[in-house]
């Protein structure tokens, strides 16, 4: 586990962007989000979930209507079963809404930084945590990826974006082209 973060954002809040070499998922508990992907560009809202591949460069904005909630976390996983949740949107259901908040829950408890700090670089562990802290995140993140793997089969990921969304995209893209 990499990082965890559940952030109360304001409705213009723009992450500029990152990449990096481990998984990352987002899933959004309220409100909506632009999020970009590579080069594709998609609107989530709530109870969808997007899964960042290892080396993607991806951003995240609100769209400065509605104040969103978001469920941030970052983990590295090596198997090849992790393909197929490259490329994915997914709706969340009862169950997986209720792993993510024993994640958000035991995460609270297992690390001593607060969970909506975004320049957060290291977890550090917290030395009064509960018991079995860690081991209750792992376990719910792998039940969490097994469930959504079962009930997702034909789920595909489709471009989305509102026109103002699009453009950013583009912007985004040629700036990245530029600095290249």
């Known amino acids: 586990i990499v990082s965890v973060h559940y952030f ?11 990449t990096h070499n481990f998984w990352e998922f987002l899933y959004v ?11 594709q560009g998609y609107r989530l809202k709530q109870r969808e979930l997007i899964f960042h591949k290892p080396n ?14 978001l469920v941030v976390m970052a983990f590295e996983c090596k198997s090849p ?10 709706n969340i259901g009862d169950t997986e809404k209720n792993l993510l908040a024993t994640i958000i829950r035991e ?14 670089k290291k977890l550090e562990r917290n030395s009064d945590s509960l ?6 995140i792992r376990i719910s993140l792998e039940q969490l990826l097994i469930t959504l793997a079962r009930k997702g089969r034909s789920i595909r990921m489709e471009s989305r974006l509102s026109t ?8 985004e893209m040629f700036k990245r082209i530029t600095a290249y």
């Not at 993607?56 to 909630?69: L, Q, Y």
């Not at 079963?81 to 997914?90: G, W, Y």
């Not at 103002?164 to 995209?169: D, H, L, N, V, Y």
């Open 131 to 136: 018991i079995g802290a860690e081991q209750l």
């Open 56 to 69: 993607e460069f991806h951003n995240v904005w609100a769209n400065g209507k509605v104040a969103p909630n």
């Open 8 to 18: 109360e954002f304001a409705k213009d809040y723009v992450f500029e962007g990152e």
């Open 164 to 171: 103002t969304a699009r453009e950013r995209t583009y912007e």
């Open 107 to 120: 995460a609270r408890s297992a690390f001593s930084a607060p969970l909506d700090k975004s320049t957060l």
């Open 81 to 90: 079963a992790m393909s197929f949740f490259e490329n994915k949107i997914m």
């Open 29 to 39: 508990d309220k409100g909506e989000v632009d999020v970009m992907a590579g080069t």
